[in-house]
């Protein structure tokens, strides 16, 4: 059974933007934290940034002031808004869902970024 199902990949030039979405079952976004991880060739998956269930956020260093990530309660949807896009940003990006011991990922969408 597929929890998530994202949305939004492509290939924009550098200084572009993107949106990719999640959809999540309802039974795990009420109460999952949820992730957007990235993975780029011969490179370690690495987390981008994430949003609790009460819509806490974290993001990493290299991606801060760029990336914004929010939850669409109505649609049971986490969004990952990339602004700014570098070719460093090219990667395979996975959302993930996790509570506690439990995770769930997404199937992936490729970013690429590049003139």
């Known amino acids: 059974q597929v929890q998530l199902v994202e949305s939004g990949g492509g290939l924009v030039q550098p200084g572009g933007s993107l949106r990719l979405s999640c959809a999540a079952a309802?039974?795990?976004?009420?109460?999952?934290?949820m992730g957007w991880y990235r993975q780029a060739p011969g490179k370690q998956r690495e987390l981008v940034a994430l949003i609790d269930s009460r819509s806490v956020t974290y993001y990493a260093d290299s991606v801060k002031g760029r990336f914004t990530i929010n939850r669409d309660n109505a649609k049971n949807t986490v969004n990952l808004q990339m602004n700014s896009l570098k070719p460093d940003d090219t990667a395979v990006y996975y959302c993930?869902?996790?509570?506690?011991?439990?995770?769930?990922w997404g199937q992936g969408t490729q970013v690429t970024v590049s003139s």
């Open positions: 309802p039974s795990i976004f009420s109460t999952y934290a």
């Open positions: 993930n869902a996790f509570k506690g011991p439990t995770n769930y």
